[in-house]
Structure formats: C-alpha cells, structure tokens
C-alpha cells in the first residue's frame, strides 16, 4: 500500500479553508437558545457554516466557532426587522447558494398567572404578535431566501409543534393555531418550492427539555410512551436529517419527535 504523502502544515489549513468555503450553508433562526442552540452546533459539528438570529446579540459566542459566518440580532414579530435580516443575510450569502432554512424561533405566551391564554381571554394584539413570529416570518423568510435555496436546490424545516394537532393543557389557543397553521403551510410551500427543487417539511416537537417548557410540563410524562421529556438534541438531530442528501425525495411531511405522545 503507498502512503499519502504528508501535506504541510501550511497547506493543510488552506485545504480546511477551501472545505469551509465550500461548506454547505444553513439559515437557522432562534440559535441563542434550547432546539435552535442546539442545531446550530449538530450543523456546525456537521461541518456546515451557519448564519443566524434571536433577538439576543450572541456575537461572543459566535466568534469561537469559524464556522459560524453570522450572528444578526433580529425581532423576527416585528416585520421591516425580518426583512432586514433577509437582505443581511444576503450579504453574508454573497450570492453563494443557501442549502437549508430552519425556521425555529417562536413564541408560546403565557399568563402571569399560568392561566392557559385562551380564546376568550386574550388580547387580540397579542394573537397579531404571537402569529407575526410563529407564521408569518417563517413565509417571510421563505420568500425573502427563495432564490439562494434554489441555487443550491436545499430544504427547507419549519418547526411546529404537538400543540397544533391536539389541544394541549398549557399551550395557549394563538400559539396552537399560529403551529397548525405553520403545519398546513409547510404543505402549501411543499407544492410552490417543489417547482424550484427545494424540499419543505416541517418537525413537530412534544415536550422538550428548554426554556419554553415550566415545572408543569412535568405532569406530562406519564401520557408520554417513552416516559420521559425530549432533548433539544433529538430535535436537532431530525431536523438535520431533513436538510441532509439522505432525505433527498422527502418533501411536504411532518416528523413528530413526541416519544409517542401524539398517538393520544
Ligand atoms: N420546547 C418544547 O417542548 C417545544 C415543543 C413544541 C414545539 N417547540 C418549538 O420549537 C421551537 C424552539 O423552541 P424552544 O423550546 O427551543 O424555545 P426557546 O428555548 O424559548 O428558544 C426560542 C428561541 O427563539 C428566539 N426568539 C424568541 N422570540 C424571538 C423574536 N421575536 N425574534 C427572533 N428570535 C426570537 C429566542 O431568542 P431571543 O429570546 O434571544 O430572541 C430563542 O433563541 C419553537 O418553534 C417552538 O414552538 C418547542
């Protein structure tokens, strides 16, 4: 057998280099925290460059990972802000082609009270902001992106919820529907992407372990098959599959990453 001839340190670093230049790239939003964090690492330990938002500046954090091309602080329920993302995260494109979009960042309200926000009690404004962030932007920024995830015929990954198939006893009526209707229009853009070769599917997540979930949810793990909250990781690891060239003929689904819970 002949040995590879050993590659000097300089060039070594210019060959890891030109791998990251020619690394797949994700837009991921909500990455400052819980299923977002979490997937911006799986891609990243994936060896993909990522470009992301919350509203928290996160920069510090970000400038340890190379991979990592930007963080760009973004309230994504206010619209000229989601707009603004888009165009700066075509300038960090620099008309390079944008492999996956992951639309993760949401909103579940509840009251000072722990009283689950329903159709009677809450203020329509509220509804308007929860729907800005949980349906809105995802379309906004499907839109906004849709040329640059042609170019890389990508995947798209919206991020619903349990909630929007069943009435869950803390998730409140606008966060519920705001999901459902996150479900149907991973349907619709399912068909309209198809056309340009980008997939669209969607990961509906149970009871996970993060900062969205409060003591309460606890009492929920015995109605749970596998008897035990989910991990941001499990999420971030289906959501990845989804974007990665093994699910290359799955377009218009929903995973559910439950334990089993949405069988009830
Ligand atoms: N955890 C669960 O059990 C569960 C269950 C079903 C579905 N989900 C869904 O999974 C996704 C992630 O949830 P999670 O549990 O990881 O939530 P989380 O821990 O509360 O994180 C939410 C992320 O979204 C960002 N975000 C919130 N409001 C924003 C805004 N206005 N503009 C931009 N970014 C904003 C947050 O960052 P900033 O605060 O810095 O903006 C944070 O990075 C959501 O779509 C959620 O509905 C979660």
Redo the contacts with the bound molecule.
């Keep these: 057998m002949t040995e590879s001839p050993e590659i000097p340190i300089a060039d070594a670093a210019s060959a890891a280099d030109t791998q990251a230049e020619n690394a797949p790239i994700a837009v991921i939003?909500?990455?400052?925290?819980?299923?977002?964090?979490a997937t911006a690492q799986h891609f990243m330990a994936k060896g993909w460059r990522i470009i992301t938002?919350?509203?928290?500046d996160i920069a510090e954090r970000q400038e340890k990972y190379p991979l990592w091309m930007a963080h760009i602080p973004?309230?994504?329920?206010h619209r000229s802000s989601t707009e603004h993302f888009v165009e700066r995260a075509k300038e960090v494109l620099q008309g390079q082609a944008l492999q996956a979009l992951v639309n993760?960042?949401?909103?579940?309200p509840k009251t000072a009270f722990k009283e689950r926000l329903g159709c009677l009690n809450g203020d329509l404004n509220h509804w308007a902001s929860v729907f800005e962030?949980?349906f809105f932007a995802p379309l906004l920024l499907c839109r906004g992106l849709a040329a640059p995830l042609a170019r890389a015929k990508g995947a798209v990954v919206n991020?619903?919820?349990?909630?929007g198939h069943a009435i869950h006893p803390f998730a409140g009526s606008a966060?519920s529907t705001s999901?459902a209707g996150l479900s149907a229009l991973t349907r619709e853009l399912a068909v309209e992407f198809g056309q340009l070769g980008v997939r669209v599917n969607a990961v509906?997540?149970?009871?996970?372990?993060?900062?969205?979930?409060t003591p309460e949810y606890e009492a929920l793990v015995p109605r749970i098959p596998l008897q035990k909250l989910?991990e941001?990781q499990d999420?971030a690891a289906t959501i990845y599959w989804l974007c990665a060239p093994e699910s290359r003929y799955i377009s218009g689904t929903e995973i559910f990453v439950t334990g089993g819970q949405h069988v009830y």
Excluded: F
């Design positions: 939003t909500g990455a400052s925290r819980g299923i977002g964090e938002c919350s509203r928290e973004t309230d994504l329920s993760n960042a949401a909103i579940s962030l949980n991020i619903t919820s349990i909630a966060y999901k509906s997540p149970g009871e996970i372990e993060t900062a969205m979930l989910g941001p999420v």
